[in-house]
């Protein structure tokens, strides 16, 4: 019994050490960004044909250019920040805005607030899906 004990136990001991010594994933950190502001953080978008990044939290949308990090602006005034939804074809982007229930429309080359819609409770992301479009029909 005490010999059934042992194998047990070194085979689950060699089957923890492998797992710990598991290939890694391929990633690793190449860069570390600071991004200004308080309070918690949210959901970050990446736009890819704009190059930029938007990253809401709290009461503010931090906007860093894709390629330097570099901070480009600060959407503002967005209470609850959680997503952001960029449609470059129009120009637009839009932040929900949990706190005040509301999306915030934004300029996407300006990052100027253009307006706001009442939306469901706490509206926690947003997503763009692109329609076909029905010119050729």
Known sequence: MKRNFT??????????????????????????????????????????????VYIAHATQVEVLDA???????????TPGAHGVAVVPEFGRG???AGKSDSVIIFDL???????EVKVERNLMRLSMIPVPSTSSR
């Open 94 to 96: 839009f932040v929900t």
């Open 7 to 52: 194998v047990c136990t070194a085979i689950l001991g060699l089957f923890a050490i492998t797992s710990l010594a598991s290939p890694s994933s391929g990633y690793h950190i190449i860069k570390k960004v600071n991004v200004p502001g308080t309070g918690s953080w949210d959901y970050v978008t990446v736009d890819e044909a704009g190059r930029r």
């Open 109 to 115: 080359k300006t990052l100027k607030t253009l307006g």
């Open 67 to 77: 390629d330097t990090s570099e901070l480009v602006g600060t959407i503002r005034n």
